[in-house]
């Protein structure tokens, strides 16, 4: 179960929200079962004539800063396939105190297929931010999770320097652990980022992960797609298989001129969200 997040929190919290998607497959396609809604969290999805069932989360406070706190819990039923993306870029503002959180938690049926895709999170100058990401996958089920993060609009002047960032990933596979991560960066972002061990520089990073037995199958075609910037690997675990992909750019559209194509690739027929563009 989602962590409870309360609507009554401390003085400094703007805003607080939680949603709950249920989805299963029913007369031979995937299906809405259960959708619940909290405070500033909403859920929406586009007519569709075919799986996978497609999901625009919405933040309607149209960012988070210091005590914000956000939860996203999607359950998809054996054989279904669900796609999840965000109506468009988060942004994460300076934190005069505390900091903005946003945990999503994502399980996977047998047999079953989730996309999380949302869109870019943009970090502001002096930003203070905690993600986390739980995945529970059955032992046949499969994945594409991605989360791109850009420190800064270098096209209006933006750059971050300082502030706090931290992303966690939990991803298990029929009850065992087939993927962990923690990346932290901060007070000196700039600094960090500026070191050729971390981003070399760039201001905006992806990570992409695919949990599949074909992942494999991908690993050429995904690092001509990277380019330099950036690398892939693959690996086989148990009777399934996983793909990690890095990709770095200057900027976000740079970022994003190379994601288009990437997920394209590795969503199969489902494709790029409609929300997408470049």
Request: some cysteine; glycine content about 12%; charged content about 25%.
């Amino acid at each position: 179960m989602m962590e409870t997040i309360s609507t009554s929190a401390p003085a400094a919290q703007r805003v607080a929200g939680r949603a709950r998607l249920f989805c299963g497959k029913s007369d031979g396609r995937t299906r809405l079962r259960r959708l619940y809604q909290d405070g500033s969290a909403k859920i929406r999805m586009p007519a569709v004539s075919a799986d996978p069932l497609e999901a625009v989360l919405i933040n309607t406070a149209g960012g988070l800063t210091g005590g914000d706190r956000l939860g996203w819990e999607v359950d998809v039923g054996a054989g279904a396939s669900a796609s999840i993306t965000t109506q468009a870029c988060e942004k994460i503002y300076r934190a005069a105190s505390d900091r903005g959180e946003v945990r999503v938690r994502l399980t996977v049926g047998a047999g079953g297929r989730i996309a999380w895709l949302p869109q870019e999170t943009i970090v502001f100058d002096r930003a203070a931010f905690a993600r986390t990401l739980d995945v529970e996958l059955a032992a046949d089920a499969e994945a594409l999770l991605l989360e791109a993060t850009v420190f800064g609009r270098l096209a209006m002047g933006e750059r971050t320097t300082h502030g706090g960032f931290h992303d966690r990933w939990r991803v298990r596979q029929g009850g065992a652990f087939v993927h962990a991560e923690d990346f932290r960066i901060g007070p000196d972002i700039a600094a960090s980022l500026g070191r050729a061990a971390v981003a070399g520089g760039a201001a905006a990073m992806t990570t992409v992960l695919l949990v599949s037995p074909r992942a494999e199958a991908f690993l050429d075609p995904v690092r001509a797609i990277i380019g330099g910037e950036g690398d892939a690997s693959a690996w086989s675990v148990k009777k399934s298989g996983k793909l990690l992909a890095r990709l770095f750019a200057e900027d976000g559209y740079q970022l994003r001129k190379r994601l288009v194509p990437l997920v394209e690739l590795l969503n199969g027929r489902a494709g790029l969200p409609k929300l997408w563009s470049l």
